[in-house]
């Protein structure tokens, strides 16, 4: 049993001022696997107050003291790898070797990645006689996810600690195993007490946040709707907001591609982490003639998707991460069939065999028209919709077609994939299976959010810029 019922606030563990609690539910056995404390107004406080009294002091380091502190924090995290793994299987369910090979990796990536590009970063820039001086922001509120806890949460990190920034992180409450592990790594790196600081909490706690007068600048990561109230909130002090939000990723395979490959890839693509990843390829196109094709190449590998116990090393896919979630999924779902979209493999309910845990049978509709709420909304689950195109126009008029701008795929000959990648309205565009690294700027256009994380890009949003003219 999990125990987050203290928060780290100016370098210590600190009890909660109130007495409200969070029943952490393990996904894949539906028992209770930890209780989690949540914080209050005051304790928002108390955790703003540190990392303000902290700030004047750590954003005046120089670049090699928080390189030190960023590659001891590195050497931390890579001693508890196993335990990190572990947490996330147990908070989110996601599968043994997702959690190893992509959950954890990610985030030693992000971390190594800060430290490289604060090596790298230029603070200051010479224009005639003035002096471009790009300073730390101020004391930020970090907001993070349940669906990669880790990669989101340390990407926001190594960025505002390489800027020069003291945070309060909040991390989603299905996601506070890591998170607390994150903590113990970075109390042990020897950060400064009131650097980083740590609260639990839903919707009262994000709210304290945004709101807060001493907090510079907020970074959410989540829903479009969630995003939007933070950044109502927000406004009203005009601190910053940068925000990663909802997707709902077009997949274009162009009729030179390689065809099976990328089919194979595109549905692999969704079906990993169970879903429950904002940039997955959700909607893909597909030419009009070539439909039946793409149907029979799903249907001949729906076995690779094996769902099952996330602590074993085959297992594919894991559960969604709660109750509330896996009945939203089963409602999309339901409205797929209802509107009359051919069910290729999946569909409602559990997989047979399986009576417990919130797992979601891999779903892929075809013959999707894209005024269907199934290739409109972000689901969230295992769920693929594929549509037809007629040309490449319309391919692109489709992939255009919606509220998001977070991610794209484009695939076909190398010059052809180019072009067409250029007219899609996304932040990220994948030519080619061509991976996103956190050396690259990462962010959405449209409800997709605002601002970018990843690279110079990222590190930049935490610093405010100052002309100092004649120095």
Request: charged fraction near 20%; hydrophobic fraction near 40%; proline fraction near 5%.
């Amino acid at each position: 049993m999990q125990d987050c019922s203290s928060f780290y606030i100016d370098g210590v563990w600190q009890k909660p001022q109130g007495s409200e609690k969070f029943t952490a539910i393990n996904p894949a056995t539906e028992m209770q696997s930890g209780t989690v404390a949540l914080a209050n107004k005051q304790d928002v406080d108390s955790a703003v107050s540190a990392a303000n009294r902290a700030f004047e002091s750590f954003s005046a380091t120089s670049r090699n003291e928080r390189l030190e502190l960023l590659e001891a924090i590195l050497v931390q995290y890579d001693r508890r790898t196993d335990n990190l793994a572990i947490a996330v299987r147990e908070e989110m369910g996601a599968p043994k070797t997702l959690a190893e090979e992509a959950h954890v990796t990610s985030g030693r990536l992000n971390i190594a990645t800060a430290i490289d590009i604060l090596r790298k970063f230029d603070f200051e820039e010479r224009v005639g006689t003035a002096l471009i001086c790009k300073e730390p922001i101020g004391p930020c509120a970090l907001i993070t996810p349940w669906n990669w806890p880790l990669s989101q949460t340390t990407l926001k990190l190594g960025a505002a600690l390489a800027a020069g920034c003291t945070v309060v992180l909040k991390p989603s409450e299905h996601a506070c195993f890591s998170a607390r592990i994150l903590a113990e790594i970075f109390h042990d790196a020897g950060t400064p007490p009131g650097v980083f600081n740590m609260i639990y909490g839903i919707g009262e706690a994000g709210a304290a946040l945004a709101e807060h007068p001493d907090i510079a600048m907020v970074s959410f990561t989540g829903s479009t709707r969630a995003g939007v109230d933070v950044a109502r909130r927000a406004a009203f002090s005009v601190k910053r907001v940068t925000q990663e939000l909802g997707g709902k990723s077009p997949n274009i395979i162009l009729d030179d591609a390689d065809f099976e490959t990328a089919v194979i890839e595109g549905t692999e693509a969704v079906m990993s982490n169970s879903g429950q990843t904002c940039v997955a390829p959700t909607r893909m196109l597909v030419p009009a003639h070539r439909m039946e094709q793409v149907k029979a190449l799903i249907a001949a590998v729906a076995d690779q998707f094996i769902v099952d116990d996330p602590a074993k090393p085959d297992t594919f896919l894991g559960p969604v991460v709660s109750r509330a979630q896996w009945e939203r999924v089963q409602t999309l779902i339901a409205s797929g069939i209802d509107e009359g979209a051919s069910l290729v493999i999946g569909g409602l309910g559990r997989p047979p065999h399986l009576d417990k845990g919130w797992f979601v049978r891999p779903t892929v509709f075809a013959d999707v028209e894209p005024d269907m709420e199934i290739a409109r909304v972000e689901i969230f689950g295992p769920v693929l919709s594929i549509l037809s195109y007629r040309d490449e126009e319309h391919a692109i008029a489709l992939a255009n077609d919606t509220n998001y701008g977070l991610a794209a795929r484009v695939q076909g000959s190398p010059e052809r994939s180019a072009r067409v990648a250029r007219r899609l309205r996304s932040g990220f565009v994948s030519v080619n299976g061509a991976p996103w690294s956190s050396a690259l700027p990462f962010g959405g256009y449209k409800q997709s959010g605002n601002g970018r994380e990843g690279g110079a890009m990222g590190l930049a949003e935490y610093l405010e810029v100052k002309t100092l003219a004649g120095a």
